[in-house]
């Protein structure tokens, strides 16, 4: 009787043992995210990229052939109407960012350092607003902004400090005051988070060799938390260029934004391959802006580092 003898498989496996090195049967739990992401962003996203570039029809989504127009039109017009609308929005998305971010430090600052028993309320009060939509949030905004009958102008009138009612709603303060407050809990929870990560032995030992208060904040912990004041503008900046309800609710067509004029592109003018060539201009110059940021922010952390 004749004994068969198995020879091992190169690198000691045996033909019939585990799977080949480097394959990882968890892998099949990512497909799923992976078709998610293709069929609901990367498609559609192609699909308007091929949109951008095609002949722009008043009859129909769009004509035949294909061309640069679009951009062209966009880019060179010669009142410049189409870039100054990009100006604006990329200066409306600093400003709030940086009011988030002035805001926000204090509140994060706070939360992150307190040992209050009424801290659990205080991340109520941070987290409460998102619990809300944005167009409810809006809605309450009116109320209180109103040009006309709103609570701010109607209680100083009554009280006699002011005698016609202050424009409170549809300008960019209006707008500004719905940004802030919706997109203020973007910017407090990356904060948090960093400055959570940061020894409070550290500021004592800044405040015990003489630095005051404001000095330790200045050189100590918001250096350090720059990871998460990186994370929190780049949220925060990202949302507001890209928002459309809140200007539209708080502003009106008065203010006028890229995203707002997009839409009026696809849904009033029918003017697909035009709007879809507004978006991605939005997109390139805003990511070029967080390209930028990123860049400049990341030197700094890896200064400090």
Not at 28 to 47: D, E, I, K
Not at 166 to 182: C, P, R
Not at 200 to 224: C, D, H, I, K, N
Not at 254 to 262: A, C, D, F, N, Y
Request: proline letters at 6%; one cysteine or more; aromatic letters at 12%.
């Amino acid at each position: 009787m004749t004994n068969s003898v198995e020879v091992p498989a190169a690198g000691g496996a045996s033909a019939s043992g585990p799977a080949r090195k480097g394959w990882n049967p968890t892998l099949f739990l990512v497909f799923p995210t992976v078709g998610l992401l293709a069929a609901f962003l990367v498609f559609p996203y192609l699909n308007m990229v091929v949109m951008s570039f095609r002949n722009p029809s008043t009859s129909q989504v769009f004509a035949p052939g294909f061309t640069l127009g679009n951009y062209l039109d966009a880019l060179l017009d010669t009142d410049l109407y189409y870039l100054e609308i990009l100006l604006d929005t990329m200066v409306l998305g600093a400003a709030t960012t940086a009011i988030c971010l002035v805001l926000g430090f204090p509140v994060a600052y706070h939360l992150a350092r307190t040992s209050s028993r009424f801290k659990s309320v205080l991340y109520a009060f941070v987290l409460s607003p998102l619990l809300v939509g944005v167009v409810v949030r809006c809605y309450g905004w009116i109320i209180i902004l109103g040009n006309n009958d709103g609570l701010i102008n109607t209680t100083l009138m009554d009280l006699g400090i002011i005698e016609s009612p202050l424009a409170l709603m549809y300008n960019t303060f209006g707008v500004s005051v719905g940004l802030v407050h919706i997109f203020l809990p973007f910017m407090i929870l990356p904060l948090l988070g960093a400055i959570q990560s940061i020894d409070p032995a550290l500021e004592e030992a800044a405040q015990s060799l003489g630095a005051s208060r404001f000095r330790t904040m200045l050189r100590v912990v918001f250096p350090l938390s720059l990871p998460g004041v990186q994370a929190g503008t780049v949220l925060v900046f990202v949302l507001t260029i890209s928002s459309y309800v809140i200007p539209i609710l708080l502003g009106g067509f008065s203010v006028m934004i890229m995203p707002t004029l997009v839409v009026q592109q696809l849904m009033d003018a029918m003017l697909w391959p035009f709007g879809a060539a507004l978006a991605f201009i939005l997109s390139i110059a805003g990511a070029l802006v967080v390209y930028v940021y990123f860049r400049l922010t990341s030197r700094a952390i890896r200064g400090i580092a």
